[in-house]
Antibody, heavy 120, light 113 residues
Framework: EVQLLESGGGLVQPGGSLRLSCAAS????????MSWVRQAPGKGLEWVSA????????YYADSVKGRFTISRDNSKNTLYLQMNSLRAEDTAVYYC?????????????WGQGTTVTVSS | DIVMTQSPDSLAVSLGERATINCKSS????????????LAWYQQKPRQPPKLLFY???TRESGVPDRFSGSGSGTDFTLTISSLQAEDVAVYYC?????????FGQGTKLEIK
């Protein structure tokens, strides 16, 4: 069964840092583009970042560019999101998602999400 | 950035009736080189992650009931539920994957009348 399990969320002060992880299983992890998508409380979906299967190409939303870094360890089947200089507006549920076979940014498998709260 | 605008923001439909959700992109998401529209639809039920319904605007994801259909091209797209069931209560999102950032519509909340 294809599964994604996020972890690493929590409460952090403005200006702080947090690293999210997404453990993947049930598919050939290194063959797929992976993404992070977030959802602020009561709000819609916002694509945050994506990374190619090899990790050689990365993409970011303007709202996080320069503050967040997406990475992956294909030997550990794990996706990461390093979040620095966090702001209140980064408060959200963060989902990791798997690309549908060879269709970049169409996400066919999603994790359950991990909650990030930025507050003093 | 491509802005995705859905209408209406919310919709109440009687069981068994048709539900129609519209999505408009600020620029075309159609690639003439492969004749495809880079538009996906997702369903999100309360306290659940989104679920992929359609990609290429009208290609139904495996397991999605055939009462759901996707249509449209260029800048105007529609998600239709032909006969609303109770389990279809959810928020529906369109998303363009034509170019980064891969933007979503604001969502349409579908309820039972």
């Amino acid at each position: 069964e294809v599964q994604l399990l996020e972890s690493g969320g929590g409460l952090v002060q403005p200006g702080g840092s947090l690293r999210l992880s997404c453990a993947a299983s049930g598919f050939s992890f290194g063959s797929y583009v992976m993404s992070w998508v977030r959802q602020a409380p009561g709000k819609g979906l916002e694509w945050v970042s994506a990374i190619s299967g090899s990790g050689g190409s990365t993409y970011y939303a303007d709202s996080v560019k320069g503050r967040f870094t997406i990475s992956r360890d294909n030997s550990k089947n794990t996706l990461y999101l390093q979040m620095n200089s966090l702001r209140a507006e980064d408060t959200a549920v963060y989902y990791c998602a798997k690309e549908k076979n060879m269709i970049v940014a169409v996400m066919d498998v999603w994790g359950q999400g991990t909650t990030v709260t930025v507050s003093s | 950035d491509i802005v995705m605008t859905q209408s209406p923001d919310s919709l109440a439909v009687s069981l068994g009736e048709r539900a129609t959700i519209n999505c408009k992109s600020s620029q075309s998401v159609f690639y003439s080189s492969n004749n495809k529209n880079y538009l996906a639809w997702y369903q999100q039920k309360p306290r659940q992650p989104p679920k992929l319904l359609f990609y290429w605007a009208s290609t139904r994801e495996s397991g999605v009931p055939d009462r759901f259909s996707g249509s449209g091209s260029g800048t105007d797209f529609t998600l239709t539920i032909s006969s609303l069931q109770a389990e279809d209560v959810a928020v529906y999102y369109c998303q363009q994957y034509y170019s980064t950032p891969y933007t979503f519509g604001q969502g349409t909340k579908l309820e039972i009348k």
